[in-house]
């Protein structure tokens, strides 16, 4: 009977050290797709060519709602399968629509650049690093030509962004773009 006793002591201990785990553990979101290849349909789905109704009076915020809503839906992706089936994809689309946002919102592209580093400097698979030293480069020429509306500096070294084109040619000989 001791012996009852004490165990039932010890488990009620352990459930009581475990109940700030169990509390950490994010509920269940409603609408989450059960299942990966679901998840990618989802987002499949945004993608289809020629969906923005360019006839609609509103055309522009449904562009820009459309695309923040792929934005999302990819992040999603990205944060529950990281190495997903579709990951390279995934990656490919979320800057690309990173761009996209960017364009409709006036030209900054201050997200694209922070995301595209961050996948450049992290520790991910050649295609994703070569993908976002892809984007990286565009958004240094966005920068520049912002750059350019002020009078240009004399200087004596190289053409920054030339540099930066030829080494990423030398570093991605083999980059789709």
């Keep these: 009977m001791d012996v009852l006793v004490r165990r039932a002591a010890q488990v009620g201990l352990l459930l009581v050290a475990a109940l700030p785990a169990l509390a950490a553990i994010p509920p269940a979101r409603p609408g989450l797709p059960a299942s990966e290849p679901q998840l990618w349909a989802q987002i499949d789905a945004l993608f289809v060519p020629g969906t923005d109704d360019l006839a609609s009076g509103a055309w522009f915020a449904d562009a820009v709602a459309r695309r923040e809503q792929r934005l999302g839906l990819l992040q999603l992706y990205l944060q529950l399968y990281p190495g997903g089936a579709?990951?390279?994809?995934?990656v490919r689309r979320e800057l690309a629509?990173?761009?996209e946002l960017a364009a409709l919102g006036g030209g900054d592209v201050a997200a694209l650049r922070q995301r595209a580093d961050a996948y450049v400097t992290g520790r991910f698979p050649e295609p994703v690093q070569q993908e976002a030293a892809y984007w990286v480069l565009i958004c240094q020429q966005v920068e520049r030509a912002a750059d350019a509306a002020a009078p240009p500096a004399v200087t004596q070294r190289p053409d920054e962004l030339?540099?930066?084109?030829?080494?990423?040619?030398?570093?991605?000989?083999?980059s789709r773009h």
């Excluded at 579709?86 to 995934?90: F, L, Q, S, T, V």
């Excluded at 030339?162 to 083999?174: G, N, V």
């Design 86 to 90: 579709h990951r390279d994809e995934a």
């Design 97 to 99: 629509t990173l761009f």
């Design 162 to 174: 030339l540099t930066a084109y030829r080494t990423y040619t030398e570093r991605y000989p083999r």
